[in-house]
Nanobody, 127 residues
């Protein structure tokens, strides 16, 4: 089983930036997509961004489009560059790997597509 570990979280003021990184325990493993999700207290876990591993195609939630960028810096790490941060971005951020193929790629925008999850990293944005 692949283990994922997020890092890079912290506290910033509104308008600031953070770069999150998701490291996998194995350099290579079979996967279809990597994703980032977030969960604020009392709320459901929500989709933030995902990348189809083979094609590199990326998807973003409307709430972060234009501000966040998902990228792959090597075979192990999947990063989330977060800019123009807002207080409503405050949440625990989770990276996840999908090891399952879905013909409908919209599935990769949902939690059900992902098999492996990290423990999360806290991001706090102050006004």
């Amino acid at each position: 089983q692949v283990q994922l570990v997020e890092s890079g979280g912290g506290s910033v003021q509104a308008g600031g930036s953070l770069r999150l990184s998701c490291a996998a325990s194995r350099r290579t493993f079979s996967k279809y997509a990597m994703g980032w999700f977030r969960q604020a207290p009392g709320k459901e876990r929500e989709f933030v961004a995902s990348m189809m591993w083979n094609s590199g195609t990326t998807y973003y939630a409307d709430s972060v489009k234009g501000r966040f960028t998902i990228s792959r810096d090597n075979a192990k790490n999947t990063d989330l560059q977060m800019g123009s941060l807002k207080p409503e971005d405050t949440a625990v951020y989770y990276c996840a790997a999908s090891l399952t193929y879905y013909s409908d790629r919209r599935t990769y925008l949902t939690t059900e597509a992902y098999n492996n999850w990290g423990q999360g990293t806290q991001v706090t944005v102050s006004s």
